[in-house]
C-alpha cells in the first residue's frame, strides 16, 4: 500500500473517493453502448468499480504479467475503458493508449517499439472486429504474451475480461505499490520525423488534468459527460483524470451520435460536458445548450489550436466555455471564454489554472521558439520524449537538448498586442478528427494502389483535414486499403461521391 503522504497516483484519487462514498455512482455506459459493442450498457458506484478493478488487477497478475510490463489498450469509449486502465495500474502495469482508429498495421508497430507484453481489445466496435485486428497484430509481435478481451465469441486464444472481472478476489490481496513518479500511460505521437513513444507518469497525467479541471470550472461532485476518447493523453486527462479529480460521476458518449448524445445531457442531468471544441460550439450555435437546464460547463477541445482564434462566440449562457489547446502528445493548455464568449488572448509566459485568478498554480508556459514555432513546457510535458534524435552520422555531435518541448505548431507574437498567434499545424503532419498521421504515408499508401490514384487531405472547418481519394475503381481501392490493414478513414477516403467531415471527425 501506498503511503499517505506519498504523491497520488490515479488509482489513490479513485480510492480516496471510494472511502468518502462507496455507493455513489462512479461511471456510466453509453446509451446506445449495445449497437457500438454488442453489450447493455451499465453503471457502477464507486464499490461496484473497486471490485471489478481489483478482480481485472488479479487476472493480470495471475496471468504472468511481470509489474512495469507494458499492456496496450484498443477499446470503445465504454466503462470498460477506464476500469482497465486502473486495474492495470493496480497490477504494476504500464498503459500504452492505441487510437480506436488504428487498424493492425499501425497497432504491431505500436506494440513492437514499446516491447507490449499484452494487449486488450474488444469484440466489437461500431460493427469493426477489433479482437480479430489485436490477434492478428499480437502475432506479429514476439513481445505479446497475454491477449484479453471484452464482449462475447471471443477468437480462440483471448482470454474473457467480462469472466475476469467478476471473479471474487480475497480481500487481503494487497494491490501494486505504485510510485507516482514511474511511467503509467504511453501515448504515440505522429511528429515530422515519424512516431514517438510519449510515455508519462502519474504526476505529468494529473497535472494535465488539473489543468482542464481548474480552468474548466469542474464542481466537486460533478456529473461529466465526456464524447471525448480516452485513447490519447487530452483524451484521458479531459475525461478520466478530470473525474477522478471532481469526485463525481463520469458519464461516457461513444462518438458520435447527437440525438443520443442530447438525451444523456437531459436524462443525467449532466453539468459538464467535455467535447470536440467544434461540435461543443454547435450545440451553441443551434440553441441546444439553452435546453439543457443543467448544463453549466462545456470544455471543449481543439486538435486543430489554429482554429480557436476564428471560431464563433459561445452566446449559451449560463453555461460557460473553455478552449483547450492540443499540441498533438505534447501537451496542452486551457482558456475560459469572458461574458462576450469570444477566445481570449493568449500570452506568452507562464499559465496558470484558472488563468483570471491571481496567485494560481503554474500549468505550465508557452514561448516562440527560435522556428517560429510553439514551444511547451512545464509539469505535463514530457521533454525526453521530444528530445532530438540522434545524428545518422556518429561523428555529428548530439545538439543540446532543449528545456521546452517544440510542438510544431507554427506561431508568431502580435506586434500590437503581444498575444501569440497559432497560424498553422506542423509541417507534414495531418489530422483528421483525432487522429494524426504523416503527409508522406498518403503518397505511400496511394503507390500501391497502381497508376492513375490519389490520395490526399483537403482543408476542413470542423476537422482540420478530411481525406480525398481518387482511383479507377473505388470500391477496389477501398477493399486493397482495408487488406493492407489500414485505418477506415484511408479506406472511406475512396467512396463513392463526398465524404462528410463531421462523419470522419465523430469516429475518434
Not at 252 to 278: K, M, N, S, Y
Request: glycine content about 10%.
Amino acid at each position: 500500500m501506498s503511503q499517505p503522504n506519498a504523491s497520488p497516483t490515479l488509482d489513490g484519487l479513485f480510492r480516496r473517493i471510494l472511502a468518502r462514498q462507496p455507493d455513489a455512482i462512479a461511471l456510466i455506459d453509453p446509451a446506445d453502448k449495445q449497437r457500438v459493442t454488442g453489450q447493455p450498457p451499465a453503471r457502477l458506484t464507486y464499490a461496484q468499480a473497486d471490485r471489478a478493478i481489483s478482480a481485472l488487477a488479479a487476472h493480470f497478475t495471475s496471468s504472468g504479467l511481470p509489474a512495469n510490463s507494458v499492456i496496450a489498450l484498443q477499446l470503445p469509449n465504454t466503462i470498460e475503458f477506464p476500469l482497465t486502465i486502473l486495474a492495470a495500474h493496480r497490477a504494476g502495469l504500464v498503459v500504452a493508449l492505441l487510437p480506436q482508429l488504428w487498424r493492425q498495421a499501425d497497432i504491431t508497430t505500436a506494440l513492437n517499439r514499446t516491447g507490449a507484453r499484452a494487449i486488450v481489445s474488444t469484440r466489437w466496435i461500431d460493427g469493426v472486429s477489433h479482437a480479430d485486428l489485436a490477434m492478428n497484430a499480437a502475432a506479429e509481435a514476439f513481445s505479446i504474451r497475454y491477449v484479453g478481451g471484452f464482449g462475447d465469441d471471443l477468437p480462440e486464444g483471448m482470454a474473457s475480461l467480462d469472466i475476469a472481472m467478476t471473479e471474487d478476489v480475497p480481500a487481503a490481496a494487497a494491490p501494486f505499490a505504485q510510485d507516482a513518479r514511474r511511467a503509467a500511460i504511453i501515448s504515440f505521437d505522429s511528429m515530422p520525423e515519424g512516431v514517438r513513444t510519449v510515455p508519462r507518469t502519474h504526476l505529468h497525467m494529473i497535472a494535465g488534468g488539473l489543468a482542464v479541471f481548474l480552468e474548466g470550472r469542474v464542481p466537486q461532485g460533478a456529473m461529466l459527460l465526456s464524447a471525448q476518447t480516452l485513447s490519447s493523453f487530452a483524451g484521458l486527462a479531459s475525461s478520466m483524470v478530470t473525474w477522478l479529480l471532481s469526485g463525481g460521476t463520469l458519464a461516457l458518449h461513444h462518438p458520435f451520435d447527437e440525438a443520443v448524445l442530447e438525451a444523456q445531457i437531459r436524462d443525467l442531468g449532466c453539468d459538464t460536458l467535455v467535447a470536440p471544441g467544434p461540435l461543443a460550439l454547435r450545440l451553441g450555435e443551434t440553441g441546444l445548450a439553452a435546453g439543457m437546464p443543467t448544463l453549466r460547463n462545456l470544455i471543449g477541445l481543439w486538435r486543430a489550436p489554429e482554429q480557436v482564434a476564428a471560431s464563433p462566440a459561445w452566446t449559451a449562457t449560463p453555461a460557460t466555455f473553455t478552449d483547450i489547446y492540443l499540441f498533438g502528445e505534447a501537451g496542452l493548455f486551457g482558456a475560459r471564454r469572458g461574458a462576450n464568449g469570444v477566445p481570449v488572448a493568449i500570452m506568452p509566459g507562464p499559465h496558470t489554472a484558472p488563468r483570471d485568478q491571481p496567485g494560481s498554480s503554474a500549468a505550465g508556459e508557452t514561448l516562440i521558439t527560435p522556428h517560429g514555432t510553439l514551444g511547451l513546457r512545464g509539469p505535463m510535458v514530457t521533454l525526453a520524449a521530444y528530445a532530438p534524435l540522434p545524428p545518422l552520422n556518429s561523428a555529428t555531435p548530439m545538439p543540446p537538448a532543449p528545456d521546452y518541448v517544440d510542438t510544431g505548431f507554427a506561431a508568431r507574437l502580435d506586434r500590437a498586442t503581444g498575444t501569440i498567434c497559432i497560424t498553422a499545424p506542423p509541417s507534414g503532419v495531418l489530422a483528421v478528427g483525432g487522429y494524426r498521421f504523416l503527409a508522406q504515408d498518403l503518397q505511400e499508401w496511394a503507390k500501391r494502389l497502381g497508376q492513375g490514384a490519389l490520395l490526399t487531405a483537403l482543408p476542413d472547418r470542423w476537422s482540420g483535414y478530411r481525406l480525398a481519394g481518387r482511383a479507377q475503381d473505388n470500391a477496389r481501392a477501398r477493399e486493397a486499403l482495408s487488406e493492407l490493414g489500414l485505418n477506415p478513414l484511408m479506406v472511406e477516403a475512396f467512396r463513392d461521391g463526398p465524404a462528410r467531415s463531421e462523419e470522419i471527425a465523430g469516429q475518434h
